[in-house]
């Protein structure tokens, strides 16, 4: 199987942890990810133990920051949901973790700029705090049935919040592959995507959620899993399977499928070894280029990029405003003189 794979335990959240763990060596991946929650306590020994027994590598942690309370509760609530998150990141960094990615709780009484700031301003310090233990915090585009839990419901917003935060981007493929100017929008959030989650969708399935295994529904995955291996995306594409398409054909006969397929797509573009290794497909001066991008739109990286201004395109780059923050700095951009020019 593709060693750029990785299963995630949501997709047996029905069973015990113990059976959850006893499911992957047989799943074929050699990454998974978990659920905040399986890491404290006794949980947290048997997700250890079964790592070390069966070379395992943890590639990400969900985290719903503020789940129970608003964006708008009082400080306190908020300095107990950054306390719980600097907790996760300890953790994470003990089990080798390479990111933890978040839901943001909801706005609400606050508008969305409200609450974005309110979130910003929230996790500030476990942002430096994740950027000392080599985690990279990301936030992933979750869909508005979820708004109680979370306030970013489209890929764009995804990371213009990402952006203000400091923090990076999960991109969920099943929540936004239907977006307008889809490929621009990759390209815009592939320097700061730690993670990428893969599943299809099947039209007409109105269940809540509605998953289903990479290669049985409508979403056109080859192609937008080309266009990330195009902006020069490196990391782990996670398999996030559940609803009741996924139990109606078993959670594990449904996870081993879908890392037989979803590798099948991955090989099939020509994506050779692990996180690092280049597209096949891909020049050598693009990848130079991406690499040149991570370093000025790092997750950890303080700064809000400003090259980007309403309706302009230049230098191959959508520019759509940026919510100003209190953390930006003055450091120049090295896009800037080519898209002022352009522009």
Avoid at 215 to 235: F, K, R, S, V
Avoid at 261 to 289: C, D, E, K, W
């Amino acid at each position: 199987m593709h060693p750029r794979v990785s299963m995630n335990n949501i997709c047996f959240m029905r069973e015990e942890i113990s059976q959850q763990l006893a499911y992957w060596p047989l799943i074929g991946a050699k990454r998974f990810s978990v659920l905040g929650p399986q890491l404290d306590g006794e949980s947290g020994a048997l997700v250890q133990a079964a790592l070390a027994a069966g070379n395992f590598q943890l590639e990400t942690v969900v985290h719903p920051f503020s789940s129970a309370h608003p964006l708008d509760s009082d400080d306190g609530i908020l300095a107990q949901a950054r306390a719980n998150l600097s907790a996760r990141i300890a953790t994470a960094k003990q089990l080798g973790a390479k990111s933890i990615y978040m839901t943001t709780g909801g706005r609400g009484a606050l508008s969305w700029e409200q609450a974005a700031k309110a979130f910003a301003n929230a996790i500030a310090p476990c942002v430096d705090e994740a950027h000392r233990a080599g985690i990279a915090l990301m936030i992933e585009n979750a869909p508005p049935q979820y708004a109680d839990l979370h306030i970013a419901h489209t890929l764009r917003d995804t990371i213009t919040l990402a952006e203000l935060a400091g923090i990076g981007v999960c991109i969920d493929i099943c929540g936004c592959w239907t977006e307008a100017d889809l490929k621009s929008l990759i390209e815009l959030a592939v320097p700061r995507c730690h993670l990428v989650q893969v599943s299809d969708y099947v039209l007409g399935d109105r269940s809540l959620p509605s998953r289903a295994v990479p290669g049985d529904g409508a979403i056109p995955l080859p192609t937008l899993l080309q266009w990330l291996l195009d902006a020069g995306y490196e990391g782990a594409f996670d398999l996030e399977l559940l609803g009741p398409r996924i139990e109606q054909e078993g959670n594990l006969q449904a996870a081993q499928r879908a890392v037989a397929n979803l590798s099948g797509m991955l090989n099939a573009l020509g994506l050779i070894g692990s996180r690092g290794s280049q597209h096949t497909n891909v020049p050598t001066t693009h990848n130079a280029r991406r690499r040149e991008a991570r370093q000025w739109h790092s997750v950890t990286s303080p700064l809000t990029c400003r090259c980007r201004t309403p309706g302009k395109r230049s230098a191959g780059i959508w520019r759509r405003p940026v919510i100003a923050c209190s953390r930006t700095t003055t450091r120049q951009h090295p896009h800037t003189a080519s898209t002022r020019s352009a522009s």
